[in-house]
């Protein structure tokens, strides 16, 4: 079975920094889309950003990049020039390309971005 | 594009009562609709897997009697919660597959039971 691991409960950074939230993940398949949401406190999911495993380049979505290492199953996410509206949990998230798959989520990472 | 919306975002009820909240799809069909529970600080969990035309796949540990979803047409899924009690209490998520794979989710429904 596929499990995503975010090793990080909870992170703060100065405003204007740039952070790095881990997530690694398990999986016997080698096709499969990996993402990154967002949760602030208004509690709305919102999709960060999306890579699909067959592609080696590495998905950037203005501020937000992500490290996409397969061979080690990790997926880290890059924030640079944070900023205070980045406050929110992050969830990564695996979804397997069989058609019963259902997407699977880390337990997250609460990000604060500081003043 | 891509917008879930979710109605009501907030019902408080008493026990005993049945709650109906609705998830729609605003400018895409949505063939597979989706719902979530989530307690506080915790991650997402799945309850249900709702196609359109078709009975809804539950997850194990879901009561489908108390939790009822209907997905009667592309952009329209309801999660009806059948005499409600205070530990039903929580905040639910619906979300609808768009493109294939990626989901987009709705703004959630509070739901406190007295």
């Known amino acids: 079975a596929q499990t995503v691991t975010q090793s990080q409960p909870e992170m703060s950074v100065q405003e204007a920094e740039t952070v790095t939230l881990s997530c690694t993940y398990d999986t016997s398949e080698n096709n499969y889309y990996l993402f990154w949401y967002k949760q602030p406190p208004s509690r709305q999911m919102i999709l960060v950003i999306r890579q699909e495993a067959y592609k080696q380049q590495n998905a950037t979505e203005n501020r937000f990049s992500v490290n996409f290492q397969k061979a080690a199953k990790s997926f880290s996410l890059k924030i640079s020039d944070s900023q205070l509206g980045d406050t929110a949990m992050y969830f990564c998230a695996f979804l397997g390309l069989n058609r019963d798959d259902k997407i699977i989520f880390g337990k997250g990472t609460r990000l604060h971005i500081l003043p | 594009g891509a917008v879930v919306s979710q109605h009501p975002s907030r019902v408080i009820c008493k026990s005993g009562t049945s709650v109906k909240i609705e998830c729609r799809s605003l400018?895409?069909?949505?063939?597979?609709m989706f719902w979530y529970r989530q307690f506080p600080k915790q991650s997402l969990m799945l309850m249900a897997t709702s196609n359109e035309g078709s009975k809804a796949t539950y997850e194990q540990g879901v009561e489908k009697d108390k939790f009822l979803i209907n997905h009667a047409s592309l952009t329209l899924s309801t999660l009806t919660v059948t005499s409600a009690h205070p530990e039903d209490s929580s905040f639910y998520i619906c979300?609808?597959?768009?493109?294939?794979?990626?989901?987009?989710f709705g703004p959630g429904t509070r739901l406190l039971v007295l």
């Open positions: 979300s609808a597959r768009y493109g294939g794979e990626t989901q987009y």
């Open positions: 400018d895409f069909q949505a063939t597979t």
